[in-house]
């Protein structure tokens, strides 16, 4: 009955880091939150302390600036997936690395009436996401977004579900149906030439037009529709991964006061909230392996 | 040498207020977080607990969601202006009130091109807001934004500055300025008939194109020069205040690798920050007695 | 290639749940934040909006109050338990229930030196945790704490680790070392009667002593000496898993002021930090299942 | 009419400093933000960009650490002090310099029930504070603490309040009372000698037990008790001020579930809170001048 070194990784967390593209006066912006994280063989460095083995955090963080100045980054995917395959194919080591990119988003200032040529105002909450796995038998690309913050004010219902002794809630045929997604769908083939933000932005405009359009009888509901709908339009897509908390907007009772309220004055709740996940995933998908294993994923 | 009740206010803070508006099948949507703070003659609850004078924050809670029942709280000041008003007027020992608005702003989500007519996308960082003090003697009407997150990546220097004997800073031509501006700017009039929602846009218009354009010696000329504009283009303004925090986006020193870095790759860091806070006055404004008192302004 | 549900779960998360405990004039405190998933039988409420099979997330709610009405929540994990069994036992279409919970640490505010009896401090950033996984074939317990946060002024080396091309760190033999910890740790046989709390006392215990008196060639080594001792000293833990953050302390340069600084200023940075996540094992622990899969585990 | 500068200041915010004391093998530890701003002839900073006055703020900064090396931080107002007069006195065009700093709570480790000479646990979420303003013709300490949350099962009651026609709240005679207190205190003489570290724990003392022995009517009751007392026992302080948001623990309702519920379950809400801000002042205290005005109070 040994104990052994279990699951390991280790690497460089949010390095954030900007990338300013200078053709001539007209600039670009690409705005990142850079995660790696090693896998391999960094025994020795648990065992025994001995770090002959280990690329410092440091130096990881080092390589996605000099990998920024090299190439900009973006599309996002294809900058990570190169700085993952570094860390395998040039640092012994490594078996495989993870490379987590987020992106904020940027539009340009417009100064009367034009879109100025160097200054910039964040856009959000939302944010798109890449998550890269290089391993020793396979390359994953798990793009995304979160943060997605949607609300629909009718065309959403609950009701006629499971009642038990402690179930006092209202079924509802009307009601405010709001979320912040997160969305994360997985690549067949990372090397197929995916235009990657071309991608991203046809996936994101599904999600929002089927979270629109879908006359909701519950958040399940809509999710599922929304991720296969994702996956009709995008062959190259293998599954996606969605991630939905409920924030409940409670009608108000004004009941006391003789106000009528017909579904018009709400109370946006902080917690407790749903928590809604499903996927949708063609039956033939090959493995996923690590690709959803975060670099934070062995907490 | 007595100890005596010093200044003291309560109130109702953060209330997550949604206002649907049901114009036929097209919906509008307000999404506020509101804060009310009631000054007056609440000395007897201090010293003895007597709370025959003290309204209940909950009772502050009720108020403000049947006065948006009652009217659909867009522009905000003028929702907020009604409410103070009713707290000053309608209670006793009420002898001032604040309250402060956040609005968050919703933008329609597209389906086929088109605006939906009831779901809605979060948009953001920034957050417009409202606050607002009816006393004994004066109303106030702050109007103002925070979390606008700009950039420039050129066009903003730092040279020539006070070089003592712990100065190791070098000076430069060219570097990115980046602030997630905070401003406000009080009206000497709350009751000339502002159109609230194109003032503030207006003066949101001033902002961005004036950090924009001008070419920064230092961001407390960029923050001057943005205030000095507001009120020279809006005659109603008294004054504005501007708080900004530089946002250091640091060139990383790709040296030891043999790679230029030509201000393209940056380190965007987190702490510390300077923050320059400026303003702009007219000289014959009006005292501004307690317009800028938040409801937490005591601690 | 048809396009089918994949996994999928949904609950109640964050429930702030306090119970008092009354006996007499000494009160006893608990304080938590609940969050519970289920899995099971939801393809039609997915697939077809038919939430018949659907216990309504404010049910999920609603038990947990009672719940901790019938019995007090201390310890965490056997309460937890009988929450999670209850929905796998009583809820047909409920195939396996997810609970985890924090609890928020408080001490007897003291007054003249005693203990008060019904007044309490919030201790802390400090957190215990627990999750629960009660399945159709396998009951799991894993144990936890985070935001435990460890430092140590010397006793901590950086050196002889890999140097590549893009490496400039230089090698230390004494650093600070500090992290935000969050250890997680799998119980074999959850229905041995183990003593949870003394337990979870003792593991931390372990956890701080290790990490202090090791003296640490790489964070690395130093979680994996933590974890083992933990597995050496409870024979009960099948495996630990340990997440830590490496908070870094940077000497600041003060050679540009003629001041000496023997690693006694620092700085304490934010962003970027290295990521270490390592775990000690019984190399004949059963299979963990869904051990380890969260409630928000699907994204 | 002209439109002129109006109140204006800069500084370097959020300096993360720690300071380690190496007295053998036994060490201390200081953490600490530490914010600074000035206040002076800035005028051709704003109006022209002329930096020639303008002190860095990565200057002040450096100045920070090189205080820290210089002098422990610990008392941190003695040291602030000495920083505050430096920018004052030897930067000549700043007329006032404002400090202010958080210290973070560390206690020992125990390793083997004895503590461990240089490993350390951050205690919290609790935080000390120290404001300091040096001017041309005032000297002001503020000391403080913030985030001491505090909880008393019993001993507080809310009722005979104002009742209006939006009023729905229930009296009650037993209630959770529950807040997250800041408080800061004003002394009259910053050169008086005052022993700051047994200042202010002396001051926590007397908050937190009058907090807990005072049967209360009100928030307000309580805060106004703390405050005198801090005052009676401390003659050198002049004023206290409190700020203290209602956490609310809502009895949740059980009776649809034949459950009775004796102030036995409760629910932590989030928001809306109230937010109930109180002073005690001595009635012959000096004028405050700029004590209270923070580095961010210009917003």
Not at 63 to 84: G, N
Request: a negative charge; hydrophobic letters at 40%.
């Amino acid at each position: 009955m040994a104990i052994v070194l279990g699951p390991h990784q280790y690497g460089k967390a949010e390095t954030r880091l900007v990338r300013v593209v200078r053709n001539g006066e007209r600039h670009e912006l690409v705005d990142l939150n850079v995660s790696t994280a090693l896998r391999g063989d960094f025994d020795a460095a648990h065992l025994e302390g001995d770090q002959r083995n280990v690329l410092p955090t440091d130096t990881q963080k080092n390589t996605a600036y000099v990998w920024a100045r090299r190439t900009v980054p973006d599309p996002i995917e294809s900058w990570a997936l190169s700085l993952a395959r570094h860390f395998v194919d040039d640092v012994e080591p490594v078996s495989a690395a993870r490379v987590e990119v987020e992106r904020f988003g940027w539009q340009r200032a417009e100064v009367a009436g034009e879109p100025h040529a160097h200054t910039f105002l964040r856009t959000g909450p939302e944010v798109r996401t890449a998550a890269i796995t290089v391993g020793p038998d396979a390359v994953h690309v798990v793009q995304g977004l979160k943060d997605l913050v949607l609300l629909k004010t009718t065309g959403s219902a609950f009701r006629d579900f499971l009642v038990d002794d402690l179930t006092t809630l209202q079924p509802t045929d009307d009601r405010i149906m709001a979320t912040s997604l997160t969305a994360r769908w997985r690549w067949t083939d990372p090397d197929a030439g995916t235009d990657w933000n071309g991608a991203a932005s046809s996936v994101r405009t599904t999600l929002v037009e089927h979270f629109a359009t879908l006359h909701s009888l519950a958040l399940q509901q809509t999710l599922w529709h929304m991720g296969r709908a994702v996956l009709e339009r995008h062959p190259g897509i293998a599954e996606i991964r969605l991630s939905a908390p409920n924030k409940h907007h409670f009608v108000v009772d004004l009941t006391p006061f003789d106000e009528p309220n017909p579904n018009e004055v709400f109370h946006a709740d902080d917690r407790p909230y749903g928590l809604i996940q499903a996927s949708a995933v063609r039956d033939d998908a090959a493995d996923a392996g690590d690709a959803w294993l975060p670099f934070t994923g062995l907490a």
